[in-house]
């Protein structure tokens, strides 16, 4: 059984056709990056199968359920980040992950453990207000791990990081990814996080799926590198100038 | 112990809690100022009875009034303005002082209209009149107090008034009447700025969605942000009574367990009303205005300040219906006549009801994000 598996969703905001008909399948412990530029639609399909949006049509099965009917279940077992995630400024990390794991009925120990697993440890007592840019998306990552979802939906988790931060980052998901138990839907419009971290990668933009496959399978003579097939699928550049800065 | 602190309604309220404290602002609004704004209307409003009138003498020329007032006032200042005074004593009502200043119409009709004077005194062709607004009460005692003075100036001398005997029993003062309907309205306040307000910034600011995405359950949220203000609720009324036993020597002459649950249910009440307010919009904007809509007109008709009774008799029993009035008469009740379990029973199953209503129709229509 996949773990994701999405048929023929559709969702249109006023006139807007942010998602057109995609379909998609996901296996158990896949890294799988969306990659599209800003507007593509993946935040919109990222939180339809969150179940934080209903597609106007379609399915969206996790697990084999659906959100309608098992939507109980299935918030214990999905971890998630979103595009932005805000918590209280007024309170500690450690309050903010006392309070989300009460949601789950988890004790100190869990907490503990990811304290540890996002390098938290010296700023538990720190007020959310007064964390940098890196240190709240650890926060949020941190949130989303607590109940060690089988399913880990991460928007944009990186956007608007320095290069330190987000390497940072990019190593706690390398280690939850060598740990092979969580499958992680990661949607990024940089190619070298998607690159790094993700062995399936679909590209999206305007609502639809334009690739997807293994990174080894979408490259080829004339697309040597994901910013080169983008444009090769589209005629656009998918990166942001930040990003081609940083990894030239 | 470990198991209540996994308790998500534990947690929640706790969180609440922290963010509160850690606001020293909603601190200052919600207990403070409460507690300064009762001490100052107190204060203002059982001071010994000394009443200052301004009256305005528009004349073309020297009239009765000026021979009174040379015979019975004397030269002084009115806001730094040449005048004459003329003060009467009652052992009873205490002193009332008449500050005469000479006017011409225009200056004396702005004025008016700037509530600076009270009243005007004119000469015309048919003898002197008094000109004021019949349907201020200010300037109809004036108008009242100054006639009978002039037509006998010589009776209003100090001692003569035998005829009233003041009553001060405890709970028929003034300040009987405001405290309570300052702690209600108080808890109106609190609860429709920190439940309303508090969940369309929450949700404004896309920190409910996060929430909402975990199994939390959504009433645990709505409870405890409810019972956070009921807690501060509490602190706050028993701060205010604190503080109007001390100065002003208020007693609570009924049931206090029918005034616990009463408040109680008051807060329910309000509580559920803030929820439905808040159910749907994420702009502040809106927030406010629905807010202000709802507290608005009972603050207005509800007699926190001054009794409804004044209101005309057709919307005595429409204003009787509001969950301000009902809850406001009801402390008071228990407060100033000494009522019980008896008087409030209806009050209170009707604001839990009411409450109850609100906050089931609010979580239906609920939008978290």
Not at chain 1, 105 to 112: M, P, S
Request: charge should be neutral.
């Amino acid at each position: 059984m996949s773990q994701i598996e999405v048929r023929n969703v559709v969702k249109t905001f006023k006139d807007v056709h942010a998602v057109k008909g995609i379909s998609l399948s996901i296996e158990p412990g896949e890294f799988v990056a969306l990659l599209g530029p800003n507007g593509a639609g993946k935040t919109t399909l990222v939180e339809m199968m969150e179940g934080l949006q209903k597609p106007d049509s379609g399915e969206i099965l996790i697990e084999g359920k659906n959100w309608k009917k098992h939507e109980k279940d299935l918030r214990k077992s999905i971890g998630l980040s979103l595009q932005e995630t805000r918590f209280s400024e007024k309170l500690t990390i450690i309050e903010t992950l006392q309070l989300f794991a009460s949601f789950f009925n988890l004790g100190k120990e869990r907490i503990n453990e990811v304290i540890t697993l996002t390098g938290l440890e010296s700023k538990t007592k720190a007020m959310v207000g007064t964390l940098s840019g890196g240190q709240r998306q650890r926060l949020a990552l941190a949130v989303a791990l607590l109940n060690n979802p089988r399913t880990l939906f991460l928007d944009e988790p990186t956007t608007g990081l320095d290069p330190h931060s987000r390497l940072d980052l990019w190593n706690i998901l390398d280690g939850l990814k060598k740990k092979g138990n969580t499958t992680l839907i990661l949607t990024t419009h940089y190619m070298e996080e998607a690159e790094t971290l993700c062995d399936h990668i679909i590209i999206i933009d305007e609502g639809k799926i334009l690739r997807e496959g293994r990174l080894k399978d979408l490259l080829d003579d004339k697309s040597r590198n994901l910013e080169e097939l983008f444009i090769n699928l589209t005629g656009k550049k998918l990166s942001d100038d930040d990003l081609i800065e940083q990894t030239k | 112990m470990k198991s209540i602190a996994h308790k998500q309604l534990f947690q929640l309220l706790r969180a609440f809690c922290l963010e509160m404290l850690r606001e020293p602002e909603v601190l200052f609004w919600g207990i403070v100022f409460p507690v300064l704004i009762s001490i100052g209307l107190g204060l203002a409003f059982t001071q010994s009875a000394e009443a200052k009138f301004h009256i305005l003498i528009v004349e073309s020329k020297p009239t009765a009034v000026d021979s009174l007032l040379s015979l019975y006032g004397h030269e002084g200042k009115h806001k730094g303005q040449p005048a004459i005074i003329w003060e009467t004593n009652d052992k009873a009502l205490g002193k009332t002082q008449f500050d005469f200043t000479h006017s011409d119409w225009e200056s004396a009709i702005i004025s008016l209209k700037r509530g600076e004077a009270d009243l005007v005194i004119a000469d015309t062709p048919d003898g002197l009149r008094y000109r004021f607004d019949p349907h201020n009460s200010q300037a109809q005692l004036v108008y009242m107090k100054l006639s009978a003075l002039l037509q006998s100036p010589a009776s209003h001398d100090a001692d003569t008034n035998i005829a009233v005997e003041p009553l001060e029993l405890k709970g028929v003062r003034y300040i009987d009447f405001l405290i309570p309907g300052l702690i209600t309205f108080g808890i109106m306040g609190s609860i429709m700025w920190g439940v309303s307000y508090t969940i369309i910034e929450r949700r404004s600011q896309k920190l409910l969605r996060r929430m909402v995405a975990t199994p939390m359950r959504k009433s645990s949220f709505l409870i405890a942000l409810m019972g956070m203000r009921t807690l501060m609720n509490i602190v706050e009324a028993l701060i205010l009574f604190l503080f109007a036993y001390l100065i002003f020597d208020i007693r609570i002459q009924g049931n206090i367990a029918a005034l616990a649950l009463l408040f109680l249910a008051g807060n329910l009440a309000f509580a559920g009303i803030a929820i439905l307010v808040s159910s749907r919009t994420s702009k502040t904007e809106v927030g406010t205005g629905l807010i202000n809509a709802v507290q608005m007109p009972m603050m207005l008709l509800s007699g926190i300040f001054f009794s409804y009774h004044n209101f005309p008799e057709w919307s005595i029993s429409a204003i009787k219906l509001l969950p301000l009035t009902a809850f406001t008469d009801g402390v008071r009740s228990i407060f100033n006549e000494g009522a019980g379990w008896e008087e409030i029973l209806i009050p209170t199953i009707a604001l839990s009801a009411l409450g109850l209503l609100c906050f089931a129709i609010g979580m239906k229509r609920f939008k978290w994000h």
